[in-house]
């Protein structure tokens, strides 16, 4: 066991000048934060007798953290977002909203900006050799289970190397590739003609590889497509599904598996008439029920860094 400061009154009043309780401005609510964030570090590394070395290893990390833009990454590996997600499903709970579409996590690689098409989309730019042709379709329903009209479902997915468009660091994708967003009609239905995406796994020299290789965890999702739903009279999803059968579903780095999210993967023919790329294609049906505003309000609407870009 090394030295137990933490308790002491120099170490207390350090933390408080830290976090700038003794200041007049900055914001409280920050201030709070940061000084239970810091403590919080402090006691670990009294309890856990953290070397310096190890705390300089840390702070290392979190510079090639910095450098990779890996950070919003490692928030869904470490299970920081689906921990939100958690939170946000005992507050729905709490507040008695019920019977929605389960929310999942949104990840970092959405890319706004792709163009709205009415109900249906066909959002495959580039040629994908590897890739079968697939088509998503749903309808999106209100808690009364009346279609939704004016619905925007806007959709974004990896190509056959598990790569996204904008992020894919073999630079082959043109801008939007496998993004795109429609707006359901009087049907409340919407359809994405597409491509079937594979798994994505983390940049291999990448800090969160690196930081989930020191946990002797894998980096690796199963195949899946991630979606937001937007209604002016409902709350805001943001969700994905799995492809059904990949093995990793139960195993996914990220956590953003539910057992309502796995529609069945469905083969089909005459795929040729819809414009796809063979006749044989495979088909997911993604219905969807959207909850009601609260109190008038989207407490679903969540700010954090996207990427914007026109195709
Ligand atoms: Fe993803």
Known sequence: MGAQVFQTKEVQELL????????????????????RLLSDLFKAIDDLDITPNEVWAGVNYLNKLGQDGEAALLAAGLGLEKYLDLRMDAADKQAGIDGGTPRTIEGPLYVAGAPVRESVAK??????????PLV?????????????????????????KGFYSHFDPTGAQTELNLRGAVRTGVDGKYEFRTLMPVGYGCPPHGATQQLLNALGRHGNRPAHVHFFFTSANHRKLTTQFNVEGDPLIWDDFAYATREELIPHVIEKTGGTALGLKDDAYEAIEFNVTLTPLLQGKDNQIVNRLRVETTA
């Open 16 to 35: 408080k000048a830290a976090a700038g309780l003794n200041e007049g401005s900055g914001g409280p609510r920050f201030r709070q934060i940061v000084y």
């Open 123 to 132: 959002i495959d730019i580039d040629p994908d050799h590897d890739a079968a």
């Open 136 to 160: 998503i379709h749903g309808t999106v329903t209100g808690p009364d289970g009346n279609p939704v009209a004016g619905a925007v479902v806007e959709c974004w997915h990896a190509n056959s």
